[in-house]
């Protein structure tokens, strides 16, 4: 079965960096859309961005434009989403989600998903 696994989570200060990554064992992400969602308890899972097996990107948050960035490096079968000045309300639980022949981040076209990394930001 494919499995997703996000790491990089951590706590930082409001203005710094994460870099998260999501790979994935037994299976090749290269032939996939892999996204990023973030979820705060008790609200909906937000869909951040999504990179397509072409390597087109889609950025949907309009509160993480300039600031986020998603890549691939299908050599290390890894997608990332480089996350700069960060801001306290962009605490959350962050899941990368892999799916076939899609360019939208809308969480139900995903079929595969990751437990998710906290990111902490806080002073």
């Known amino acids: 079965q494919l499995q997703l696994v996000e790491s990089g989570g951590g706590l930082v200060q409001p203005g710094e960096s994460l870099k998260l990554s999501c790979t994935a064992s037994?299976?090749?992400?290269?032939?996939?859309?892999i996204a990023w969602f973030r979820q705060v308890p008790g609200k909906e899972r937000e869909g951040i961005s999504c990179?397509?097996?072409?390597?087109?990107?889609?950025n949907i948050a309009e509160s993480v434009k300039g600031r986020f960035t998603i890549s691939r490096d299908n050599a290390k079968n890894t997608v990332y989403l480089q996350m700069n000045s960060l801001k306290p309300e962009d605490t959350a639980v962050y899941y990368c989600?892999?799916?076939?022949?899609?360019?939208?981040?809308?969480?139900?076209?995903?079929?595969?998903w990751g437990q998710g990394t906290q990111v902490t930001v806080s002073s």
């Open positions: 989600a892999a799916a076939w022949a899609v360019d939208t981040v809308v969480a139900g076209n995903y079929d595969y």
């Open positions: 037994a299976f090749t992400l290269a032939g996939y859309t």
């Open positions: 990179i397509t097996q072409s390597a087109q990107r889609t």
